[in-house]
């Protein structure tokens, strides 16, 4: 009736799981922070209003002006660079839209239309909320990535 190993046994076999334990609601927890104000969700509707609705139905030479007051809120809240929110990528046709530091997303759009000049402004008159405003062609020329800068 030796038992002096049973204790420590037993006590590593606890630890592996108390260690595994830990780390998985670390990861949750990281990940509830993140998503928090709901910036994954944000990213999604803002990524397809632009490419679904807007940027598919719009014409050659249209000038479109669209307020992301909200997106440019959570986004800023994020600690996310400005001229980092919007990336329209010509190549692939997608729509990127970046709210939280970790990954952006992108949403593609099927017509054939470039994007050549992207503009955030702040909304600086009371009321006035922060937009981008882009124009649409058919051009071969355009730049590959093109990205909302602030208008300064």
Known sequence: MNKKGDFG?????????LVIAVIAVSA???YIGMNANG???????YAKEISGKIVNFAQVGDEVILNVQKASEIALKNGVNKDAMFTFDNKNKEVCVKLRLAGSTCFAYFKN??????????????????????NLYNSNKAEEKV???LAR
């Open 9 to 17: 046994d037993l006590l590593a076999k606890n630890l592996i799981y």
């Open 28 to 30: 949750l927890m990281i």
């Open 39 to 45: 910036a994954g969700v944000w990213e999604d509707f």
């Open 113 to 134: 239309i470039q994007v050549e000049k992207c503009e955030f402004k702040l909304g600086l008159a009371e009321g006035a909320g922060n937009t981008i405003t882009f």
């Open 147 to 149: 990205k909302c800068k």
